[in-house]
């Protein structure tokens, strides 16, 4: 029995959801609308300001749906809402991003600067040289680009130097020993 997937969505005023054909669920609200299609087999409905999603059987697959479909129309609803943002922190000397335009411009220690354009649905801040908050209404596009971002250069386990995510805990390594002198 799946326990994410049985409790209801309730819908926020100023947010209106429609499921169309082919089990295609469009959400719109204040901040913006998000479409996506889901598995046909499905029971997804409104009734009062409630989303619910039922299974058609007890079957394995149709079991693993049912949690993941009520939890992805669920970010749907909260990213039309209040949307969703990553904070990554930058750490290193030298390292630093600043906002020109619509690109995010980044030293990283390269020999050239690392640029990454803003997209229609991501949006960049830079509050300081050593912070970057990327925000936007869907949840798995918003942590895709913070990922793309960060793979720019990942921080090393030995000075920690690199892009992480806000809040993240990098495990450091040791240095190499050095041998004494005989």
Known sequence: MSRIGLKAISVPAGVEVKVGDGNAVTVKGPKGTLTK???KDMIIKVE???VTVSRPSEDK???SLHGLTRTLIFNMVEGVTNGYSKTLTIEGV???AAKQGKNLVMNLGYSHQV???ETDEIKIEV???NQIIIS???KQAVGQFACEIREKR???PYKGKGIRYDGEHIIRKEGKAGKGKK
């Open 94 to 96: 030298g390292y630093r």
């Open 136 to 138: 936007g209404i869907d």
């Open 154 to 156: 990942p921080p090393e």
């Open 37 to 39: 299609t889901f598995n």
């Open 115 to 117: 640029i990454v354009p």
């Open 48 to 50: 009062n300001s409630e």
């Open 127 to 129: 509050p300081q040289p």
């Open 61 to 63: 697959f149709h079991k």
